[in-house]
């Protein structure tokens, strides 16, 4: 079952509201429809709207390709089970299905957001005017920051493109798209187009930080330390915090578990994340249905769950590793009480991803769980090891990692067990994995890091389940961290150029 998408009559895309827990509309003839500055309004919500086709399978073009996360078990048949193999094991095909869904769901955002840009001559207010451009270059920005790093050179499409020009268009060189994303952010950020906070009744539209937080990120992958755009990173990162109020402790931060709360969306930890409501609205979050165990009878979730997104044994050890992690819990579970038969469900069948089940979900495909795309924690995490990375470990960075330490119920470090640069950056690094596992930022950080190959080699190496299929699962190259372009794309423009070794 796929999320769809609503297509409102013009009458009902101008009564649709500007809150993101609402149902919104995806487009409408604009010539005939955008006469003025709600009508824009509502093509903007229509961007965020596309978001939700993104984030549906964007869990396997991330942690499934990550130590993170495998699939669950061999000898099933089914179509789903071939596509989540083909991620797993990073043998992706031109022709997978999940790839091209992802594919056209962030073009249709680009699209949408180009249509904005297009249509803001009829809004005369101009702090309106600023910040609904800087709601689709934010929002442009960031799909693109995904296929950049997903894909590496991508087309780059700014307005309408009609068939005989899409058939010979070439994809832009990486460096090319990753110049247009700088732009597109720093434009907002340095021209300052979105407000610094926005209203409760517009809670899940972005506002200034949430861009400076997105640029920093595009600095922090884009470039190495010693580099004035890795500096200029994370002197943004600094600045996000202090709009958040500098946390420097545990004390100071939501506790882990309220931040997936369904009764507490948008809480202080979350700088951005992308609404999801249930109540058969069109709106409710897939991930319940997506991620809890099969067959579990209701007692985890309804209906017939899909047991995707399931976690590895290496992720398991990590959390285990530390001592009690009170955000094990909260990511995944290995066990769960069937009050039908009595027992506790263990082993395979037992273990799932637990950081949005929504339990009190009645419907498939219908939860509450909104999906977090940004988070304080995230922030303070990055600008630790950036500041690690320039300047060595020093008293702020520790206390910002530590702060995530001590919310998760783990003894802080002390400054002789990080004393060289070397420890602080493996440290935080495992410290970004277990705070944001399931939140598709594992596969993302491998790559930034260089070291996405030998992870996930050491990974595959080393998980008992690799070492009982039904074949052998070969060590990954190079080549296959970006993705295949859609055979879909190949096909209809003949000369374009595929990835090296598709």
């Given amino acids: 079952m796929k999320r769809y998408i609503f297509i409102l009559t013009v009458f009902a895309a101008i009564a649709s509201s500007c809150n993101l827990d609402k149902a919104p509309y995806s487009e409408v003839a604009a010539a005939v429809y955008v006469k003025d500055a709600s009508s824009v309004n509502n093509l903007v919500t229509g961007v965020y709207n596309g978001l939700y086709d993104v984030l549906y399978n964007e869990w396997a073009m991330t942690d499934l390709r990550s ?169 943004l990162l600094g600045e996000v915090l202090e709009e958040c109020g500098n946390p420097m402790s545990g004390a100071a931060l939501v506790p882990y578990a309220e931040i997936f709360d369904t009764g507490n969306e948008y809480n202080p930890e979350i700088i951005f994340a992308v609404r999801y409501r249930s109540g058969k609205l069109g709106i409710g979050s897939p991930f319940t249905t997506l991620y809890a165990p099969i067959n579990n009878g209701g007692n985890v979730a309804v209906g017939a769950p899909k047991h995707y997104n399931y976690p590895s044994d290496n992720l398991i050890a990590a959390f285990n590793a530390g001592g009690t992690d009170l955000r094990k819990d909260v990511c995944l579970r290995e066990t769960y009480y069937n009050s039908t038969t009595g027992l506790w469900v263990e082993g395979a069948n037992g273990r799932y991803c637990n950081k949005f089940i929504d339990p009190a979900m009645t419907s498939e495909f219908d939860a509450e769980n909104d999906f977090p795309v940004i988070r304080l924690a995230d922030v303070m995490l990055l600008w630790a090891e950036m500041s690690n990375e320039i300047s060595g ?81 070969n060590p990954i190259s190079e080549w296959q961290t970006l993705l295949p372009i859609p055979v879909s794309v190949t096909n209809i423009n003949k000369t374009v150029a595929q990835n090296p070794g598709y």
């Avoid at 930034?448 to 595959?460: C, D, Q, S």
């Fill in 67 to 235: 130590d993170n996360v495998r699939m669950r078990g061999t000898g099933s048949t089914s179509s789903d089970t071939k596509l989540i193999e083909q991620f797993d094991q990073n043998v992706v095909l031109t022709a997978n299905a999940w790839v091209q869904d992802y594919w056209d769901a962030s073009y249709v955002v680009i699209n949408r957001a180009n249509n904005v840009l297009e249509n803001l001559g009829v809004v005369d207010d101009k702090v309106l005017h600023a910040r609904f451009e800087g709601e689709a270059r934010f929002l442009r920005a960031w799909m693109y920051f995904n296929l950049v790093r997903l894909w590496g050179p991508v087309f780059i499409v700014e307005k309408k493109t009609g068939a005989d020009e899409a058939r010979h268009m070439q994809r832009s060189p990486a460096e090319t798209v990753w110049d247009f994303i700088e732009k597109d952010l720093e434009a907002v950020v340095d021209g300052e187009l979105l407000p610094a906070a926005v209203p409760a009744s517009e809670t899940g539209r972005a506002d200034l930080k949430t861009a400076k937080a997105m640029l920093a990120k595009v600095y922090a992958t884009r470039y190495k330390p010693g580099d004035d755009k890795y500096a200029l990173g994370l002197k």
């Fill in 393 to 473: 470990p020093g008293a702020d960075a520790l206390a910002r990692l530590n702060a995530v330490r001590e919310r998760a119920g783990i003894a802080p470090y002390s400054t002789d067990q990080l004393a060289s640069k070397y420890l602080f950056r493996q440290a935080v690094r495992n410290e970004r994995r277990l705070e944001l596992a399931f939140e598709n930022q594992r596969w993302m950080d491998l790559m930034r890091w260089g070291v996405a190959v030998a992870t996930v080699n050491a990974y595959l190496e080393s998980e008992a389940f690799y070492a009982g299929y039904d074949y052998i699962v």
